[in-house]
Each structure stands twice: as C-alpha cells, then as structure tokens.
C-alpha cells in the first residue's frame, strides 16, 4: 500500500481501439462487464496548467475489487496520454488511487515531489489529477476525488460485475449525479 496515497483502487490502460480492447477483456480474459462513456470531453481539463481540448472514450469494469479502465484519446490535443501514445507506449498507463482525502493527499504529493501533469472533472461528481514524479519516470498517479454518488457507483457496478455471466459484456455507463 502507498505511504501517499493508499491501496491501489485501479489499473488504467491505453488503448488504440477501444471497443476492440473492452471484447478482448471480455472474451479472452473473462472480465466485465465494460461499462462504457463514448467521446467525453472532460471539463476544465488542462496539461501542465494549459487548456486542452482533449477527447477520450473510457470504459471500466472491476477484477475482483481492482477497477481496470481503458482509455482511447480520439483527438490530438495535448495530454498525458498522447505522450504515451507518440511514444508508442500503448498499454497500462496509469495507478489510481480514490480518496475522500483527495485535497490533502494532492497537497502531501505536492510536498513529496510528485508534479502535475494532467487535471480536470467530468460533471460535479468527479475530480482528477495525474501525477508525475522525476524519482521515477514511468510511474503515472491518478487521484480521484471520491464523492459519495461516485462511490455509490463503483459500489453498484462492482456487484454487477460479481454477478456477471457474460451476457451483455459492453454497456452504457453515465456520469453519476452532482454531489
């Protein structure tokens, strides 16, 4: 467990294609359900504190209590996983870490020498910031601030996935609700 942050709640990847990806994890590795959000444009989001228009498919399903998430860019604005992706790093891209700390765990990241490089929200519910650290360059550290609708959430879709018999393996997955 992190010193920093806590128990890894999540393993993120990304991918060319995103849709051929959640049938691969379905179909050959046996996990899902993928609960999917197609082309979302986060909001304030913003690299190295610049703007950028960056817009992304993402999709999650849970192996046992690890939330695994795929993630395709589908334009070429500025962002984290861009970097990854000219770099021809497709694949595991990030850790991430939900906290209702979010606030002093990004403050004590700060403090510990980690960088942002990459942050925004998807509606009111959810707020995220990756992290970067010199000490060593591959490691990527996403926090997520984690609401009590988001939590809610994850709680739900993580018992859909310990129910699931492989029937409908891609599903629609919508923003939850405001704090």
């Known amino acids: 467990m992190s010193h920093l942050f806590g128990p890894v709640d999540q393993v993120a990847w990304v991918v060319a294609d995103i849709e051929s990806a959640m049938k691969y994890w379905a179909e050959v590795v046996g996990v899902g359900p993928w609960f999917w959000i197609p082309h979302v444009r986060p909001d304030d989001f913003r690299v190295g504190g610049a703007p950028s228009p960056v817009e992304m498919s993402l999709s999650i399903a849970y192996s046992g209590r690890t939330q695994i998430e795929l993630i395709e860019q589908h334009n ?70 984690l609401s009590d609708p988001l939590e809610a959430q994850f709680v ?24």
Not at 156 to 179: N, Y
């Open 76 to 145: 070429d604005a500025p962002s984290m996983y861009k970097e990854a992706i000219d770099a021809g790093r497709y694949g595991q891209h990030h850790l991430g870490f939900f906290r209702r700390d979010y606030d002093e765990r990004l403050e004590r990241a700060l403090a510990a020498g980690y960088r942002v490089g990459q942050q925004g929200a998807l509606g009111d519910a959810i707020r995220f910031t990756y992290l970067r650290t010199d000490r060593d360059p591959g490691t990527i550290v996403e926090l997520v601030s």
């Open 156 to 179: 739900a879709l993580h018992q859909l996935a310990l129910e699931w018999d492989g029937s409908e393996p891609i599903r629609p997955l919508p923003l939850p609700p405001s704090r």
